[in-house]
Structures are given as C-alpha cells and as structure tokens.
C-alpha cells in the first residue's frame, strides 16, 4: 500500500493538517491560559467600550467618550485618505520623472535620473523621520507663527481659512461631478460624430470649460456662500479654520516622493517597451507626434506598466503604516494605543491585518480584472 | 513565379523621386556616401547588398524615418528638409511595409487600416472602413479582418501591413527586406502579393535578397557596399553582366545559397 | 546638424557639438535646460552652503556648533558619536568584535556576488559558516567574553537581520513556492493562504505581532529574547516573497524538463533538487537581489518595536543626548550616506547583472 502515490499523497496530507492542528492547539492552549492568568478577555466586545483617548486629526466627528470601534474607523479614514492623495501625487510625480528620464535633454535626463537613483536606495522610513524632523524644526512655535494672509504657518501645521458649510459648497461639488460625467458623454459623443463624419469638435477645451462653469453655476445658485472660517490663535493651537498637521504634510511628503521613484523607473520601462517599430509604422502612416503616443505608445506601455503599478499603490498602502513612527493617527498607530490601553492584542492586531488584507485583495483584485480585459489577444 | 509582360515604363513618365549627394552619418560613422538616384514614375527598384551597406537607411531617410546631414531628396516635386509640413506630404505620398511588420498588436485588423486615414486623413469611419476592406481583398485577407494581429501568421500579418501602407493611397511604396523575417513557406504568398501590386502600376522601391522577384519584376537592380551605389542596370544585364568585382562577388554568394 | 568632418576635432569643437545637441537642441530644450540650472544652482548653493562651506567638521564642542545652528552643519556631532551610532551600547572595548562581524557580513554579501559561489553548496557553506561565525563574534562565548543581546546593537544588527533574515528565509520560501505549485490541495491551500496573508499587511504588522502575541502563545514562563522575535518575524515575512519569486522561476521552467526527469526516472524530491531548483534559482537571481535590497532596507522598521539596529542608533545616540539633540538632521544624513552606499552598490549590481545574464546563454 505504501507504494500507491495516492495513498502517500494522502498520508503526507493528513500529517501536515495534524502538525499545523497540533501547532494551532498547542498555541491556542497556551493563549487560553496565559490571558486568563492576566483577567483579560478574549473577544471583541472591547470595541463597544469607551475609548478614552483623543486623536489629533479625524475626518469624522469624534471625541474620547466615542467607542473603540469608532477610533478604529477614525485610523482606518485616515489611512485611506493619505493612501489615496499620496497615490494620485506619487502617480503624478512619477510620470513627470519617468517622462524626463527619456528626455532629449541632458541635465534634465540626469538629474531625474539622480532622483531616482538617491530616493530608491534609502529606507522610507528614515525619509519620513527627516521630513518629519525638518519640518518641526523648521516650522516656528505657535506664539510665533509665520502669517501669510490669514494663514498660519506653525509647529501645529498649515492653518488654511476654510469655507463654513453651506449648500452652496455641497452645489459646487455637484457641479464638479457633472462636469466629469459631461466630459464623459461628450467624449462619447465627439467619438460618434467622428466615425459618422470625419471631423469632430475638440473633447478637452469643452471639457475643462464645464469643469469650471458648472461648479460655478452651483455655487452661485444656491446662495454663492463666502463665509471662511478663519483661523485664530488660542493659547496653544487654532480656533477655526482648517489645519494641515505637520504629521500629515511629513507623512504625505514622504510616501509620495519615495514611491514616485519607483512610479518613474515603471514609465520609463513601460515606453520603452514598445518597440521602435511600432512608431515607425506609425509616423510612416503620417500621425502626428502626440498621435503616435495616444494611439499607439501609451496604450501598448500601459499594458505593460499596469501590474508592477499596482504592486507600488500596494506598498504605498502598507507603508503609510509607518505614520506610527512620526505621530499620525493612522490605523496602525490607532490600533496600537488600543491594545496598549485594553491588552486585546489579538484582537487588535488580527482586526488591523484583516483590514490591510481586505484592501490588499480588493485592489490586486481590480486590477487583474482590468488586466485581464485589456491583454492583448494572441493565438 | 510568372515571369510578367515586359515592362515598359512609358518615356515621359515624370520623375518621382530624385535624390543627389546625399550624406549620412550615424555619429562618426558614414553609412551613406554621396548617393545620387533619379526614379520614375511606375519604375520598381530592387536595392541589394551585403548587410550594414546603407540599403535600408537610404529608403527610411525617404520618408524621415531617418535624417540627413548633406544633399537634396526631392518627392513627388516636394523638398524633404526639416520643414513639418513638407514631410507631412512627403508621408501622404509614401507607403511603407518593414521587415518586422509592426502592426499595432492593442487593434483588429480592420482597425489597423483605418487608423490613419481616420486620423490623419479624418474620413469617417464608414468610408475608412470600405477602403480597409477593398485593400484587404486585394491582398486576400478579408476573413482576417476582425481578428487581432498575434492571431495571425507571419506571412498574413505581412499582407496586413502591405494593405495598412495601400489604405492611405500612396503613389510610392517602399519595403524593407519585407520576407526576411518569414518561414520560407510563407515568403511566397507576400511576394505574389507585392508582384501584382507591381503589375497594376505601383513605383516600388524594395531593398530586398529575393532575386527572383528582382528578376520577374525590377527595371532596375540597385547594388549598394559600403554606403555607396556600386552598379545599378536592369535585370538581364546586372545578373549575366555586372561590371564590377563587387557585386560579382555578392551575386556569388547570394546566388548559390 | 553638421557632419563631423572626422573624429579627431579639437576638444573644444566637440564639447560645443556635445552641448548644442544636448542641452539646446530646440528653443524649448534651451529653456528647460536654463531653468534647471537655475534652480539646481539656487537650491545647491544653498545646501552646499550649509552643508559643506560654514559645517563644521571633525572634533568641535557643542558651543561651536550652537553658535552656528541653522547655517552650518555640526558634522562634529558624528565625530563625537560615531562609535554610538555604528556599535550602539556594545561594551566599547569589545567593539571591534562588532566591527569584525560587520566586515564578514558584507565580505558574505560581495562574495556571493562571484560567479565561483554560485553553486548551492558553495553559497549555504558561506552563509552559514559566515552568520555562525558573526554570532559567536558577537554573542561570545568560549573564547570570548559572552555580552548579552540587550547590549548589541547599531550596525552589526542591521546586517545580520538581513543576512539571517534572507539564509532561513529561503528553504522556507522554496518550500512554499513548491507547495503553492503542488497537487496536493491541502498544501497548496496552506501555501497560498500563508503566501497571500504575509504579502497582503505591512510589516509592521507581523512585527507587532512577533513580539506582542509570540509571548502569548508560549506557556508561561517561558520567554522571547526581543531581537530573536524581530528576527523570526523578519525570517517569516521574507520567506513569502522569496516565494513568489522563486515560484516565477518555476513557472518559466519548460515543462520538457519535468518531463525528461520524469523519462529517467527521478522521484519527486530527485526532480525539484537536482533538475528543477538550481535552474530555476539561477533565472531568478537578479529578482533575488532586488529582494534582499528591499529586505535591507526593511530592517529600518525594526526602530518601532525598539530593537537596537543601526537606525536606531543613530537616532538615540543624538535625541538621548541633550547637547547634540538639535542635530538629529545631520544623524540622519549621516544614516541616509550609510544605507545608500550598501543599496547602490547592490542596485548597481543587480543591473549589472541582468544585463550580463540576458546576454549570457550559458550560465
């Protein structure tokens, strides 16, 4: 009998289960008697408790008397907000520095390449920590903030006067999603004429006109509101206003700057893949130069640079973890004071890798999806 | 392959093409020395010559793919210098296939061809589209046309490139080494092609090793060493009597595969 | 443009070619090139200025230093602390045992960058031989005076968790790779699962909960030396993406080997041991590389769970002090210098490499 593979396969099967179920059990004993012997309890009804700490900076209403769930949705915001504005900046950024990477142009070419080359070979977090470091440094105390206006500049951050809530904001928003979904219809639209006819009117002047105009029109509709909070100063911080915590302008300097980097060295692969051919045939053909690159280049790199990118936003996720070594009150650092406060340590570091593992997954996910619509079709 | 009718192309055809002292250098290195051609309307010329003598460089700088440093290159009675809009005419009027046929791999066939002329040319896509599929049957590829290029075999794909070039109705085409890089099998169907493309009265010029075609179709054989145009005369005489030491020596190696 | 009449044009003639067609081949490409001069020389002058013209260099007091802040460097505070910032608080008259380790630790990293240790044997003999030696160095012991691993840090303990962080690491991750790839369903369950959860949350995470919840799973009593519970976390977050790289390499295999193993009879293990593995190794080696790049750099995050690598070092040696505490900017710069040199040289190589290696057929 031992000879059958099957029956090998099998045994082999059964004794890996049996050590990782023995491993489990062992651990699992050993967790059961050690949190009894500290009186704490195992579960997750510690989230309905009252939270007790305050966090400096949340995009939702909270206070200390909120639960512990509730903190945990306050870090988990703030992780997603950073994430996604240091996404859209390290995109940006990356594009122009990969861009510049294949320009004509020497010192340009060089000094992009210099960018590149000292950003990527540095540890993230110690660029965090001399962002950090620098800007508190450098940033006066409050008594002594630099005024610009009726903005402050301080060790407290950015204090930005800011518009006090009114429905003419939220009209001003509206407009803003209309005219992206203008420009999607108009897009549609010129395309149509274009096959029926030949020529078309323009898509990007339209575009950025409603992009403009409409925000515009909803603002001034619903009571064209002018009313700013301004920022005052009070003892040690700012009445009104918004502010920009150093904390965040460190952690938002670090993580864009140091993931652009690696967004450059992506667009520089991803152009140069396509081969020289392709624009030959192409300016052959008669295209214009940034025909060439719409319709034959960038579709082609994009292809290309489409799943190292999304393994970058990936990290750029992960690492905004590190906010917990300069004092941003990201998930990590939330859950942190959590289990320092309550000793629900499994609790709260489980909770904190399913939520990294759930992001993780959803945006592998959508990204494979859209890989998979896009591959080039071949035999 | 059918030896064609001779051909003879009529004697006031106008010049097409006129090319005279042209220089290049790729850094210090000079790849074309002082070439001077004259084509004529309807004329098909085939440029050999061992590799790394100019061949291609010389019909890329044509169309621009490639730029010169000395010497005039007159198209179609159009100046190619550094002037956008001269070059824009020149490449209305000069169809290219290559030897890698690079055909955009992210479009259909059918979308292949009508990029330009939807683009460039700004037709509507109906009328493009009814060009597309008039070149592609005359290349004998229309069942083809909704598939994608990595579907399609070497010599098909050629054939789509040849059509792609036709589809933005140019009055020259030029191919470089257009079946070096096919199976011998499918060699055969992208030179039938571009035969009856010469017979319906296209000025080619091919830089090509195919001798065969060079014999059924060329008015003249052009051989090229070393940047320079060694001999140039129609088929009968360069195969049985060139001139020179050269291009005896080539006919040598290449003749006795 | 003008054809260079030969190769042999004065100098003077060439660089004005170089520059023409470099830096202002077009009237935007002038431009660029002006404003970029412009900036870099406002922005490097004022660096230099700092940095370099009023610094003050080698041994100074913090008085001189004060008396600059703000538009000088204090390089001195690096001449002061600099056996703080490599050694952290090892006894400082076994020091050089510290510096002994740090110098077998790159000699493992450069001598395996040479084709004459790419051979299984040949490289697990190095690294091992080299860490078991680094740890006796700094653990002591028989001959040695033994210091304590509360006493150890700086340097020394950034390269060895990357170092052992890597060498136990890797069976771990070949194991995997080759399990994620198996027929068995269970063990690809566990391997894919185990692969998809470490890859999927920071390593902050794993590091929280290496020295948070180890302790909890261990019977009572019983206790984790800090930095061996930094260094399994490490061993064990490595070991998933050692694993998707090495599955890569095991993807790109062509099947006709498994079969021609098959054809002459070789078991499983026989296969993946002596047919599959070493090619599949050898493909993926700049891959590797760049990993242990990355897990280099990784080492930093070590400072949040407070053990004593060489970030850490040098952040306490300035901030614990409080003279030098200003001048945490030039510890940082002084860290900055460190971690540069090793990951440029490795990325320098790496690309080195997967040039040489795509052109060279024969390995």
Redesign the interface.
């Known amino acids: 009998m031992w000879s059958s593979e099957r029956f090998r396969?099998i045994v082999?099967?059964i004794a890996?289960?049996s050590l990782?179920g023995a491993l489990i059990g062992y651990?699992a004993y050993?967790?059961v008697?050690?949190?009894e012997?500290r009186a704490i309890a195992i579960g997750f009804s510690y989230l309905g408790q009252e939270a007790g700490f305050d966090v400096s900076e949340t995009l939702i209403d909270y206070e200390p008397t909120h639960s512990y769930a509730r903190a945990f949705v306050v870090g988990l915001l703030n992780t997603l907000f950073v994430s996604a504005v240091a996404i859209v900046a390290a995109s940006v950024l990356g594009l122009v520095v990969g861009i510049g990477r294949l320009?004509?142009?020497?010192?340009?070419r060089k000094?992009a390449g210099a960018y590149v080359?000292?950003v990527?070979?540095?540890?993230?977090?110690?660029?965090l920590?001399?962002w950090y470091?620098?800007l508190t440094?450098l940033l006066p105390p409050v008594a002594e903030a630099i005024v610009l206006g009726s903005a402050f500049l301080s060790q407290r951050g950015i204090s930005l006067p800011w518009p006090t809530p009114h429905a003419g904001w939220w009209a001003a928003l509206l407009g803003l999603f209309l005219a992206v979904l203008f420009a999607f219809l108009w897009a549609r639209a010129v395309r149509r004429r274009?096959?029926?006819?030949?020529?078309a009117p323009a898509v990007l002047w339209p575009s950025l006109a409603a992009g403009v105009v409409l925000p515009l029109a909803g603002w001034a509709v619903f009571g064209a509101p002018s009313e700013l909070s301004t920022p005052a100063m009070t003892g040690f911080g700012f009445e009104g206003g918004k502010t920009v915590s150093p904390e965040f302008i460190a952690l938002f300097l670090g993580l864009s700057v140091y993931t652009a980097a690696f967004i450059a060295e992506i667009v520089r692969g991803g152009i140069l893949s396509v081969?020289r051919?392709?624009s030959?045939?192409?300016?052959?053909?008669?295209?214009?130069r940034g025909?060439r690159l719409r319709?034959?280049i960038l579709?082609?790199a994009l292809?290309v640079m489409i799943p190292p990118l999304t393994s970058q936003y990936l990290n750029l996720t992960?690492?905004s973890?590190?906010a917990?070594?300069i004092g941003y009150p990201d998930l990590?650092s939330i859950s942190?004071t959590t289990?320092n406060q309550t000793g629900q340590?499994?609790e709260a570091?489980t909770l904190?890798?399913a939520v990294?593992?759930a992001v993780?997954?959803a945006i592998s996910g959508l990204m494979n999806w859209y890989n998979h619509r896009?591959r080039?079709?071949?035999? | 392959m059918d030896p064609t009718a001779a051909h003879v192309i009529p004697p006031n055809a106008e010049e097409i093409i006129r090319i005279e002292g042209l220089n290049k250098w790729f850094g210090d290195f000079q790849v074309l020395r002082n070439i001077s051609l004259s084509v004529r309307r309807g004329e098909r010329i085939v440029i050999c010559g061992p590799s790394g003598s100019g061949k291609s460089t010389l019909i890329r700088c044509l169309n621009r793919l490639e730029t010169h440093q000395s010497g005039t290159v007159i198209v179609d009675g159009i100046k190619l210098n550094d002037s956008l809009k001269n070059i824009e005419a020149i490449r209305n009027d000069i169809g290219m296939v290559f030897q890698h046929f690079n055909l955009f791999p992210h479009l259909t066939v059918l979308e292949n061809c009508t990029l330009a002329p939807i683009w460039v040319r700004k037709q509507p896509r109906a009328t493009a589209e009814a060009t597309a599929m008039k070149f592609l049957e005359r290349v004998r590829i229309t069942d083809q046309a909704h598939k994608y290029p990595g579907q399609l075999s070497g010599g098909q794909q050629q054939r789509v490139a040849i059509a792609r070039a036709l589809c933005m109705a140019p009055r020259i085409m030029l191919f470089d080494e257009p079946t070096s890089a096919l199976d011998p099998e499918m060699v055969k169907e992208v030179l039938e092609t571009m035969v009856s493309l010469a017979r319906d009265g296209m000025t080619m010029l091919c830089v090509t090793h195919e001798m065969g075609f060079a014999r059924a179709v060329a008015d003249r054989v052009i051989f090229m060493d070393e940047g320079e145009i060694v001999e140039q005369a129609p088929p009968e005489i360069f195969f049985s009597q060139a001139r020179s030491e050269r291009t005896r020596q080539f006919l040598d190696q290449i003749l006795d595969h | 443009m003008h054809p260079p009449a030969s190769a042999h044009r004065p100098f003077a003639a060439r660089s004005l070619d170089w520059l023409r067609e470099n830096l202002f081949s077009t009237p935007a490409n002038a431009l660029i090139t002006l404003l970029t001069l412009a900036l870099l020389l406002w922005a490097g002058s004022s660096f230099v200025s700092w940095a370099v013209l009023h610094a003050v260099w080698g041994r100074a007091d913090v008085a001189t230093c004060n008396a600059l802040f703000g538009q000088g460097a204090c390089w001195a505070v690096i001449a002061d602390k600099w056996r703080h910032m490599l050694f952290g608080i090892y006894p400082q008259g076994e020091q050089w045992r510290s510096a002994l380790a740090v110098v077998i630790f790159c000699a493992i990293i450069v001598l395996s960058a040479m084709r004459a240790f790419w051979h299984v044997w040949r490289l697990l003999a190095l690294w091992l031989s080299g860490s078991l030696l680094c740890a006796w160095l700094l653990a002591g012991g028989f001959a040695l005076t033994p210091v304590p691993t509360a006493l150890w840090g700086g340097l020394p303990i950034t390269l060895m968790l990357a170092v052992f962080g890597t060498l136990f690491a890797f069976p771990l991750g070949i194991l995997l790779a080759l399990g994620r790839r198996s027929a068995l369903p269970i063990v690809r369950a566990a391997s894919i699962v185990y692969i998809e959860l470490v890859r999927g949350v920071p390593l902050i995470t794993v590091l929280f909960m290496a020295s948070i919840m180890f302790a909890l799973f261990l019977p009572e009593g019983v206790s984790f030396d800090k930095l061996l519970r930094a260094q399994v976390a490490i061993v064990l977050f490595n070991a998933a993406y050692i694993a998707e790289i090495v599955r890569a390499g095991l993807q790109a295999l062509p099947r006709g080997q498994y079969e021609a193993a098959d054809a002459l009879g070789l078991g499983y293990w026989q296969t993946q041991l002596l047919v599959i593995l070493p090619q599949a190794l050898k493909i993926t080696i700049p891959a590797q590389v760049n990993s242990f790049i990355d897990n280099f750099k990784d080492t930093s995050l070590v400072i949040i769970v407070s053990i004593f690598d060489f970030l850490y070092a040098v952040r306490q040696a300035v901030i614990s002090d409080l003279d030098w505490r200003h001048y945490f900017v030039e510890g940082y710069l002084f860290a900055m210098a460190v971690y540069w040199l090793f990951c440029y040289a490795m990325s320098h190589y790496s690309q080195w490499l997967e040039k040489h290696l795509s052109r060279d057929h024969r390995l």
């Open positions: 396969n082999y099967q890996l289960l990782v651990a050993n967790l008697h050690n949190l012997s320009s004509p142009n020497w010192l340009l000094l080359e000292s990527r070979n540095v540890p993230l977090i110690l660029q920590l001399l470091g620098v440094e274009r096959e029926r006819a030949g020529r081969s051919g392709q030959d045939a192409a300016e052959a053909l008669g295209l214009s025909q319709l034959v579709p082609q292809r992960k690492n973890s590190l917990v070594a990590v942190n289990l340590a499994i570091i904190m890798m990294y593992l993780s997954l896009v080039l079709v071949e035999r």
